[in-house]
């Protein structure tokens, strides 16, 4: 994979260079949790550049440098908003559901869909959805200081023991 990036990244420098009139040009590799981050130093000035990846603003990413944040706590949220559906609590049907969704750049939850549901439970899943797809605004994720939009997938356990307390798992 390096070798195919290699040529791109070289042409890119080339064009930054003649771009900036600079003549000295350096690329060192920066590791950080982040994608491949280069730091591009040129007459005595320090530019940073993700050269590997430049989002698109429209794409959905599942990973960003900032990630999306809920105000108040999410696991509050769902733990005061989720209801166990009565014909579920009536067959004792227990699992977890997997959500997948949406946060847009403006924090809005959008796409909400089932990832995995329980197997005879349809009810436990549209639950799921009806309280995801109800979460107020998001503060959104960011990309190189920028808001993206990041695809999320929420697992939410539904448990009858009267025993255990109320919880519901988060990342």
Known sequence: MKNKLLPALTVFISLYAVAQNTTTITISHVPQATPALFRVIHSGETDTANLAQVPDTNKVL??????????????????????????EKAAKKQGTVYISFVIEKDGTVTNVREAKGVEG???????????????????????????????????????????????????
Not at 122 to 130: D, M, S, V, Y
Not at 154 to 167: H, M, N, S, W
């Open 62 to 87: 599942t990973f960003a440098e900032v990630m999306p944040d809920f105000p108040g706590g999410f696991n509050k949220y769902l733990a005061e908003n989720i209801k166990y559906p009565a014909v």
């Open 121 to 171: 439970a349809p009810g436990l899943t549209k639950e799921a959805i009806r309280v995801i797809s109800n979460m107020p605004k998001w503060n959104p994720g960011t990309m190189n200081g920028k808001p993206v939009r990041i695809e999320m997938k929420q697992p939410i356990r539904f448990v009858l023991d009267a025993k255990a307390p109320k919880r519901v798992r988060g990342w």
